[in-house]
T-cell receptor, first 114, second 111 residues
Framework: EAGVTQFPSHSVIEKGQTVTLRCDPI?????LYWYRRVMGKEIKFLLH????????ESGMPNNRFLAERTGGTYSTLKVQPAELEDSGVYFC????????????FGPGTRLTVL | DQQVKQNSPSLSVQEGRISILNCDYT??????FLWYKKYPAEGPTFLIS?????DKNEDGRFTVFLNKSAKHLSLHIVPSQPGDSAVYFC??????????FGAGTTVTVRA
């Protein structure tokens, strides 16, 4: 069974540009999450989808970040315009149904904003 | 506010000995806890979990202990192997689905 996949693995952009990250969850997982790790610190929650609906976006830093999950399958996270402090590793995770079901993480996208 | 804390940023242990990683939390609403292992340039890999109704869960060389009154959990790895060298994250969750993570502990297993 394929795990969570993310694309691209790395992205280097200049301040003010736009970047779109993609996540494909494990097939059959209703829940999809985005997390971010900045400067080797703790991994922080960004938002949670249940199927195609945003359940919780309390961790989104500001309105420059837009996440979508059209059709309840893959998800995209767009940063527009990117700022220097957006640099970090963006992880996607997915889980089955219950809140106690294990969240499985993808390899992450390392975003560098110059 | 950081609700999950791993106060030891690093741990060095000799191969074959026990590794003990500690984690403290503040939110009494957390009802399940997980440990993830992370190699460089990879995502966190699930290792072991424990529900708040239990005080111990064991899976092979890995055992997690939960002390709810102290809001403390620990991960024991016995015996430690070179492949265990990685960053270990403690995480906690509740019925809002989002996980809160500690900052991680880097474990180095010496031959």
């Amino acid at each position: 069974e394929a795990g969570v996949t993310q694309f691209p693995s790395h992205s280097v952009i200049e301040k003010g540009q736009t970047v779109t990250l993609r996540c494909d969850p494990i097939s059959g997982h209703d829940n999809l999450y985005w997390y971010r790790r900045v400067m080797g610190k703790e991994i922080k929650f960004l938002l949670h989808f249940v199927k195609e609906s945003k359940q919780d976006e309390s961790g989104m830093p500001n309105n420059r970040f837009l996440a979508e999950r059209t059709g309840g399958t893959y998800s995209t996270l767009k940063v527009q315009p990117a700022e220097l402090e957006d640099s970090g590793v963006y992880f996607c995770a997915s889980s089955f149904q219950r809140h106690t079901d294990t969240q499985y993480f993808g390899p992450g996208t390392r975003l560098t904003v110059l | 506010d950081q609700q999950v804390k791993q106060n030891s940023p690093s741990l060095s242990v000799q191969e074959g000995r026990i590794s003990i990683l500690n984690c403290d939390y503040t939110n009494s609403m957390f009802d399940y806890f997980l440990w993830y292992k992370k190699y460089p340039a990879e995502g966190p890999t699930f290792l072991i979990s424990i529900s708040s109704i239990k005080d111990k869960n064991e899976d092979g060389r890995f055992t997690v202990f939960l002390n709810k009154s102290a809001k403390h959990l620990s991960l024991h790895i016995v015996p430690s192997q070179p492949g265990d060298s990685a960053v270990y994250f403690c995480a906690a969750g509740s019925n809002d689905y989002k996980l809160s993570f500690g900052a991680g502990t880097t474990v180095t297993v010496r031959a």
